[in-house]
């Protein structure tokens, strides 16, 4: 059996643990709340795709000009309830012989030589997360939501950070309270954790208020910071 099978059983064990510890799941992850949220995330999500069409569609021609390769970038990550799924980003980094070099889940640094020019405008504006709006409509992500980490990460993470399944009783967002605190890029340990407080915040205090508060505050959270 492959490394990655059994690291995806692990996290679904994890999951499954930490809601048999909780004995009920909250906020969003309640029965009625998360059905309303789905539906609020479908409606959002189509909107959106309807409106930025024309210039995703730009984003993706120009990243097949600049240099060789597809347009997305799929990579695994872990959903709601541990489950793994594949993420849709715009590739913002060279490829070799088909595939991003970022496949091996390598954290991107400053002056990263495998990001493009045209890459690292993206990443900076997260416009690079645009696509995963095709996973809201899968049902696989939320508008609003704790970030997806890699499979791999989020095994390291479980094993050094109590609660950390926690997050995994909602579906990972394109955006979340953490993001629009600053708290994004890094992936050192005391980094995860400030994350997670805010992830289990979200989780117990969700309304659909919260998730229009994020989902506004992202947008001049994104003008301001300067990510990598």
């Not at 002056?111 to 645009?130: A, F, K, N, Q, Y």
């Amino acid at each position: 059996m492959s490394d990655r099978p059994m690291t995806s059983a692990r996290l679904k064990a994890i999951a499954i643990g930490h809601y048999g510890r909780d004995n009920q799941v909250v906020g969003p992850a309640r029965a009625a709340a998360s059905l309303f949220k789905r539906y609020f995330d479908l409606l959002g999500a189509l909107l959106l795709l309807l409106a930025l069409l024309p210039a995703l569609t730009v984003v993706g021609l120009a990243i097949r000009l600049e240099s060789p390769g597809p347009a997305l970038f799929r990579q695994k990550r872990t959903g709601l309830a541990g489950r793994p799924f594949m993420v849709f980003k715009f590739r913002s980094m060279v490829t070799v012989a088909g595939q991003e070099t970022a496949r091996a889940t390598a954290p991107a640094t400053v002056d990263d030589p495998r990001i493009t020019p045209l890459g690292r405008l993206l990443r900076r504006s997260s416009v690079d997360e645009l696509p995963q709006l095709l996973n809201v409509l899968r049902g696989e992500m939320s508008l609003v939501g704790p970030r997806p980490h890699a499979v791999d990460h989020d095994e390291k993470y479980a094993a050094e950070i109590e609660d950390y399944g926690l997050r995994f009783q909602v579906r990972p967002g394109i955006t979340g309270l953490a993001q629009i605190n600053g708290l994004r890029g890094g992936g050192e340990v005391f980094e995860i954790r400030r994350r997670l407080v805010l992830d289990r915040q979200y989780i117990e205090d969700w309304s659909l208020l919260s998730d229009l508060r994020i989902l506004f505050l992202t947008v001049p959270h994104l003008i301001f910071f300067r990510a990598h």
